[in-house]
């Protein structure tokens, strides 16, 4: 294994620039039955249902008996939106604003609160790579309030960025540009690629600089600042139930509880100990299934962390994440984790685990059959291996992975994806054209081991050695046979066009390289909001050719191997 060097470059970018400069993305054309946020009638059910902070005062201290703190954003320069997601303000039933400021933009940058709104900081806690970290919350995400959608669905809305809270600490409450577009971007990318996730409604620059040590080296320097409104039916996280249960606050760890049930898990029930029971085997399940999807797609969260850890089974907490390129279990997008590696792509299940058992712990006062939470636990594990075995079987075009041999096919392969440098986006896409049929001759017999693997050929990173070439010829020719296997047996006429489409669907062609990332926030600081629009654009659909952007799904070009945001990252955001 060759894991990607991590070296921080040190390579300072000028990125910069005044938030007023830099202009909106063209507006569309709305829909007639969108109405505008500042018409929007809001709802608070957290904070009728949960017990709040007594005590007002907006300064940072800890916090007890209290789900959340009521706290209004702190007002900004020069709120500007940036860039909006159609697809969000449809669900909402929110009109995108026409102007890049206005009183819409306005609340979306924190300078004007509602009537109806009734804004609060989140209480949790969580354990920070594997230690219990005490009191965190929300330091700078305020929650402005809930909508009813068109759907009847409820949804809060929420400013990430928006000033401090009791929950700052010693931080600034503040977000930067190039971590909000981050986080715009990926949440809906997610969303498209069908990665469980909360959502992003829009981006406003506040006109105001930040300061942020962006490689932790000792040289703090001023960034954009910027807000991002997150979009999710609830962003409760292990933590929130953890930090009640730290302080014994017994009556309100159940009342989170119930509140959570009854708004986000209905199907179960009237609140009850065996329905806390079912509940946290539901959250192991979606929990599972959440990170069979990361790995499908190549997703590296990063900071998986308890307070990172969505109660709904959402990805939450965009910070320093990333995509696979060069397939490595051990990579890790995140420079804080680049010892450790607690937080790798091939940790990810385990650290969910991990993360589960720290849920479980918090939950036991309400369930008194522990037996049931230790088999929450198991439901993960199962979970998560059958999703990950299904969704390998589609990655392959294999009906199921159920035959003698097909661990080791695909042991075979990781092996393979790791002895070569091979992007895992391009080669899983490149297995489609790989001939398994034997129309016109036999052409996968006939073909020499070049040949046959010709159509990975744009997945390498680096040459391959003769040896390695025929390694993975061998490894292709098996699979071939194997694909073989499953058209006899299903015996098929539409077999191949079947296959592909299910390879197609599991394998996207554009997934938000780093890299683009890195360009949009560059082209944003430069005002050429154009970049960040075309990658929503493709984004949106990650499963289909759109050969006209091409371009987007090529693998990283060598500048960017070990650029900043790019390939490494710190948590300074
Ligand atoms: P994160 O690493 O983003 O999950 O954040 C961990 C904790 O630090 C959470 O309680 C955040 O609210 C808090 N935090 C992160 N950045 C800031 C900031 N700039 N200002 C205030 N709190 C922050
Ligand atoms: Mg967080």
Redo the contacts with the bound molecule.
């Keep these: 294994m060759s894991p990607i060097n991590l070296k921080r470059s040190v390579k300072v970018h000028d990125e910069a620039h005044d938030a007023a400069a830099v202009p909106a993305i063209p507006a569309t054309a709305d829909s007639p039955s969108l109405t505008d946020l500042c018409d929007m009638q809001f709802d608070n059910s957290f904070v009728h249902a949960l017990p709040g902070d007594p005590e007002t005062h907006n300064i940072p201290r800890a916090v007890r008996n209290a789900c959340y703190t009521r706290v209004d954003p702190t007002p900004v320069r020069a709120p500007r939106l940036l860039a909006w997601a159609d697809p969000v303000g449809e669900l909402l039933g929110v009109s995108r604003p026409d102007s890049p400021t206005g009183p819409a933009v306005e609340v979306l940058g924190g300078n004007r609160v509602l009537p109806g709104m009734q804004p609060y900081a989140a209480r949790y806690g969580g354990h920070q790579f594997g230690h219990w970290a005490g009191q965190?919350?929300?330091?700078?995400?305020i929650t402005l309030g809930e909508i009813l959608g068109p759907d009847g669905a409820r949804r809060e809305l929420q400013l990430k960025g928006a000033g401090k809270t009791p929950?700052?600490?010693t931080?600034?409450?503040?977000?930067v540009l190039r971590s909000s577009v981050r986080e715009f971007l990926c949440s809906e990318a997610m969303h498209a690629l069908g990665v469980p996730t909360t959502r992003a409604l829009s981006l406003v620059a506040t006109g105001e600089m930040v300061v942020r040590d962006m490689f932790y080296d000792g040289n703090p320097r001023p960034e954009t600042g910027a807000i991002v409104c997150r979009v999710a039916p609830s962003f409760v996280r292990f933590g929130n139930f953890e930090i009640l249960a730290a302080y014994n606050e017994l009556d309100s760890l159940r009342r989170l509880a119930d509140y959570v049930i009854r708004e986000h898990f209905p199907g179960l029930g009237t609140p009850s100990p065996s329905t806390y029971a079912r509940w946290f085997e539901e959250i192991c399940r979606r929990t599972g299934r959440l990170v069979a999807h990361w790995m499908r797609v190549g997703f590296v969260h990063g900071?998986m962390?308890t307070?990172?850890m969505s109660i709904l089974g959402l990805t939450i907490?965009y910070?320093p994440y990333g995509w696979l390129e060069g397939f490595d279990f051990q990579w890790t997008p995140n420079t804080t984790d680049a010892q450790g590696r607690r937080y790798c792509f091939g940790n990810q299940p385990e650290i969910a685990h991990w993360n589960l058992t720290r849920l479980a712990s918090a939950l036991a006062p309400l369930i008194e059959d522990h037996a049931a939470l230790e088999y929450g636990l198991t439901v993960f594990g199962e979970t998560f291996q059958n999703a990950w075995r299904g969704m390998l079987a589609d990655k392959l075009g294999l009906v199921s992975l159920g035959q003698d041999g097909d661990d080791t096919l695909v042991s075979g392969l990781f092996d393979l994806l790791q002895q070569v440098e091979t992007d895992m986006t391009l080669f899983f896409r490149g297995l489609m054209d790989i001939p398994v049929d034997a129309e016109g001759g036999n052409p996968a017999e006939a073909m020499d081991d070049a040949g046959l693997a010709a159509p990975l050929r744009r997945a390498f990173y680096a040459d391959e050695t003769p040896a390695q070439q025929s390694r993975l010829a061998a490894w292709l020719r098996r699979y071939i046979a194997r694909v073989r296997l499953d058209r006899e047996a299903t015996s098929l006429p539409e077999f191949a066009d079947v296959r592909l489409e299910r390879m197609r669907r599991a394998n996207p062609k554009y997934v938000l390289r780093n890299y683009l990332a890195q360009q949009a926030i560059e082209a944003l600081g430069q005002g050429d909001a154009s970049v960040i629009a075309r990658l929503m654009e493709v984004l949106q659909h990650p499963y289909d050719e759109q050969p006209e952007h091409e371009a987007l799904a090529d693998r990283r070009p060598e500048w960017a191997r070990n650029k900043a945001g790019c390939s490494a990252l710190s948590?300074s955001?």
Excluded: F, I, K
């Excluded at 931080?171 to 977000?175: E, S």
């Design positions: 965190l919350g929300d330091g700078r995400a929950y700052s600490r931080a600034d409450g503040r977000a900071v962390n307070d990172n907490d910070g948590c955001s």
